[in-house]
Nanobody
Framework: QVQLVEAGGGLVQAGGSLRLSCVAS????????IGWYRQAPGKQRELVGV???????NYADSVKGRFTISRDNAKNTVYLQMNSLKSEDTAVYYC???????WGQGTQVTVSS
């Protein structure tokens, strides 16, 4: 009954921005830590950042200063704002319920040079 649905991916030019969303159902994100991960072709899935139950955030060094995680409790949605995108950001992006390890289906982000 717990589901995560990611959306907002697409093709963007290097230096551009995208905002990804992760809509949760069957749980309340206010009391659930959510992680954003990404997986590029031929590479392992890696952590992008997390937002904890108190709203604090942490980010991988590779995205610090460029990506921001936020949440809208009323919409039960977590966002990943991605700015100054680079070609190396190209990947499928996933959200994850940290406590249970449940994943969404992912959304493709492609950054052209």
């Amino acid at each position: 009954q717990v589901q995560l649905v990611e959306a907002g991916g697409g093709l963007v030019q290097a230096g551009g921005s995208l905002r990804l969303s992760c809509v949760a159902s069957g749980c309340t994100i206010r009391v659930t830590g959510i992680g954003w991960y990404r997986q590029a072709p031929g590479k392992q899935r890696e952590l992008v950042g997390v937002i904890t139950t108190d709203g604090s955030t942490n980010y991988a060094d590779s995205v610090k200063g460029r990506f921001t995680i936020s949440r809208d409790n009323a919409k039960n949605t977590v966002y990943l704002q991605m700015n100054s995108l680079k070609s190396e950001d190209t990947a499928v992006y996933y959200c994850n319920i940290l406590k249970t390890g449940q994943w969404g289906q992912g959304t493709q982000v492609t950054v052209s040079s």
